[in-house]
């Protein structure tokens, strides 16, 4: 499912993101109140996943020792990645060249028959993100075959797939969607035998796929039978706010921001010439390199902040240049395969989330609504907006870490209370961080083939 990406300043992030398993945020390690249990959530305890710290579990993921039995993904053995023609009428950009090829996608597969597993990846991911190779692995240990779909907030979605290049409204996202699935479907089932159709999400793809399943309830167009959300924000601005503030807190400012990357790129050089050779960025030596330089939490929530900030610059230049909104780019400016983006990365770093949302998300759908303001949007992308359908639909469970850092006090709780027994809640995992760890692959597995979530 590997897929090179053109050369760009965005190479730095992708660098950074090997480091952040995802965007995430800080909250203080919440302890697990014993009224929460009340729900019917189940709680898996005791849980030996030695990191404490949320942060250190976002950053570093499962320590080596821990990792469950997968499978590698091997291309042209039990893995292929393919494109699908571009899904919408507008033209791509000189800029963005390199998608004129299609929307990206991958499949990791069993050698015979098994239910199929479309996987939206979270905010900024592609289908061959880190964090959607790991839950792919998991997942083909679990008997399943995988469809990887890259999130809306991709810059190959955005140009491809998206109907107006201006992802986050949670219920336009499904739609796109669910074109984009129904496109590649016809593909892949020629290819693999497929007995049952099932969908999962991550991060912001788990709220993807809350509101896809939704739709899929109204139209019946894929008939998913079950429908996982893994680590889900509630409140989308809410998580923003909170991944946005680590940035503010630790980068904002003339040069700091600036001045952390290099200092990040100075130690990966350091680390390599200690390696002997080229930085190897697997599980095994970040971990090792986590035990060895134990990074405080300031340059802990530094990074996130960074990788974060880094995302939302790629998201909003996109939707710039396609709908020539004027946020960080001139309208007319001459975008080609040749020019230099170094001015936007740094402009970028100076707008936060919520001026993102005032200056060009707002304005861009209020010219297509009067009444779409500011409150209309925080509203729409909770998902407290379709509780009542994630009460009532026994195909969703729910799969979290009591200690993820993207969701505010009281959030976990929700959750707990609207999916009772459908919900399981891991002590301690930070944000999508202990997915290659044994018990949560035994978890991912049971979903798909028992059916633990209140079937």
Same mark, same amino acid.
């Given at each position: 499912?590997?897929?090179?990406?053109?050369?760009?300043?965005?190479?730095?992030?992708?660098?950074?993101a090997?480091?952040?398993?995802?965007t995430?945020?800080?909250?203080?390690?919440?302890?697990?109140?014993?009224?929460?249990?009340?729900?019917?959530a189940?709680?898996?305890?005791?849980?030996?996943?030695?990191?404490?710290?949320?942060?250190?579990? /976002?950053?570093?993921? /499962?320590p080596?020792?821990?990792?469950?039995?997968?499978? =590698?993904?091997?291309?042209?053995?039990?893995?292929?990645?393919e494109?699908?023609?571009v899904?919408?009428?507008?033209?791509?950009?000189?800029?963005f060249?390199?998608d004129r090829?299609?929307?990206?996608?991958?499949?990791?597969?069993?050698?015979?028959?098994?239910?199929?597993?479309?996987?939206?990846?979270?905010?900024?991911?592609?289908?061959?993100?880190? *964090?959607? !190779?790991? &839950?792919?692995?998991?997942?083909?240990?679990?008997?399943?075959?995988?469809?990887?779909? +890259?999130?809306? *907030?991709?810059?190959?979605f955005?140009?491809?797939? +998206?109907s107006?290049?201006?992802?986050?409204?949670?219920? =336009?996202?499904?739609?796109?969607?669910e074109?984009?699935?129904a496109?590649?479907l016809?593909?892949? %089932?020629r290819?693999?035998r497929?007995?049952?159709?099932?969908?999962?999400?991550?991060?912001?793809?788990?709220?993807?796929?809350?509101?896809?399943?939704?739709?899929?309830?109204?139209?019946r167009?894929f008939?998913? %039978?079950?429908?996982?959300?893994?680590?889900?924000?509630?409140?989308?601005?809410?998580?923003?706010?909170?991944?946005?503030?680590?940035?503010?807190k630790?980068?904002?400012?003339?040069?700091?921001?600036?001045a952390?990357?290099?200092?990040?790129?100075?130690?990966?050089?350091?680390? !390599?010439? !200690?390696?002997?050779?080229?930085?190897? /960025? +697997?599980? =095994?030596f &970040?971990?090792?390199?986590?035990?060895?330089?134990q990074?405080?939490?300031d340059?802990?929530?530094?990074?996130?902040?960074?990788v974060?900030?880094?995302?939302?610059?790629n998201?909003?230049?996109?939707?710039?240049?396609?709908?020539g909104s004027?946020?960080l780019?001139?309208?007319?400016?001459?975008?080609?395969?040749?020019?230099?983006?170094?001015?936007?990365?740094?402009?970028?770093?100076? &707008? +936060?989330? %919520? !001026?993102?949302l005032d200056?060009?998300?707002?304005?861009?759908?209020?010219?297509?609504?009067?009444?779409?303001?500011?409150?209309?949007?925080?509203a729409?992308?909770?998902l407290?907006?379709?509780?009542?359908?994630?009460? %009532?639909?026994?195909?969703?469970?729910?799969? *979290?870490?009591?200690?993820?850092?993207?969701?505010?006090p009281?959030?976990?709780?929700?959750?707990?209370?609207?999916?009772?027994?459908?919900?399981?809640?891991?002590?301690?995992?930070?944000?999508?961080?202990?997915?290659?760890?044994?018990r949560?692959? =035994?978890?991912?597995?049971?979903?798909?083939?028992s059916?633990?979530?209140?079937r």
């Amino acid at each position: 499912m590997h897929e090179r990406e053109p050369a760009s300043f965005y190479a730095r992030r992708r660098v950074l993101a090997g480091l952040a398993s995802s965007t995430a945020g800080a909250l203080a390690p919440r302890p697990l109140a014993a009224a929460a249990r009340r729900s019917g959530a189940r709680w898996i305890e005791p849980y030996d996943f030695p990191l404490e710290d949320p942060f250190a579990a /976002t950053v570093v993921g /499962t320590p080596p020792a821990l990792e469950a039995e997968r499978p =590698e993904l091997r291309l042209g053995v039990n893995a292929w990645r393919e494109r699908v023609g571009v899904l919408v009428e507008r033209p791509i950009p000189d800029v963005f060249w390199y998608d004129r090829r299609g929307l990206g996608y991958g499949v990791a597969h069993q050698p015979g028959a098994a239910p199929l597993v479309v996987l939206i990846a979270g905010t900024g991911g592609a289908f061959n993100s880190r *964090t959607t !190779q790991i &839950l792919a692995r998991g997942l083909l240990a679990g008997g399943c075959h995988v469809l990887g779909i +890259s999130s809306p *907030t991709f810059g190959n979605f955005q140009t491809t797939a +998206s109907s107006t290049g201006v992802p986050g409204r949670l219920a =336009e996202d499904a739609r796109d969607l669910e074109r984009a699935i129904a496109a590649i479907l016809p593909a892949v %089932e020629r290819r693999i035998r497929v007995t049952g159709l099932h969908l999962a999400g991550y991060s912001l793809g788990a709220a993807h796929a809350a509101h896809l399943a939704r739709r899929d309830a109204a139209h019946r167009r894929f008939g998913f %039978e079950r429908v996982l959300l893994l680590n889900p924000p509630k409140s989308l601005f809410s998580s923003l706010r909170i991944v946005d503030g680590l940035f503010e807190k630790h980068l904002a400012g003339p040069g700091r921001g600036r001045a952390f990357v290099d200092r990040a790129f100075d130690a990966f050089a350091e680390l !390599q010439r !200690q390696a002997g050779g080229a930085l190897d /960025t +697997s599980r =095994e030596f &970040l971990y090792a390199a986590y035990r060895a330089l134990q990074p405080g939490r300031d340059t802990l929530e530094a990074l996130v902040g960074l990788v974060f900030r880094l995302m939302a610059t790629n998201l909003a230049f996109v939707a710039d240049v396609l709908t020539g909104s004027g946020y960080l780019v001139a309208p007319d400016a001459p975008l080609g395969p040749t020019s230099s983006l170094t001015n936007v990365f740094v402009a970028g770093n100076r &707008l +936060s989330f %919520e !001026q993102f949302l005032d200056d060009l998300f707002v304005p861009y759908f209020r010219a297509r609504e009067p009444d779409f303001g500011r409150e209309k949007a925080i509203a729409e992308q909770d998902l407290a907006a379709i509780e009542p359908f994630l009460r %009532e639909d026994r195909r969703l469970g729910l799969v *979290t870490s009591a200690d993820d850092i993207i969701l505010a006090p009281g959030e976990l709780a929700w959750f707990e209370a609207v999916f009772g027994r459908r919900a399981v809640i891991f002590p301690r995992g930070g944000h999508c961080g202990n997915y290659a760890e044994r018990r949560f692959v =035994e978890e991912l597995g049971a979903f798909f083939h028992s059916g633990w979530a209140g079937r």
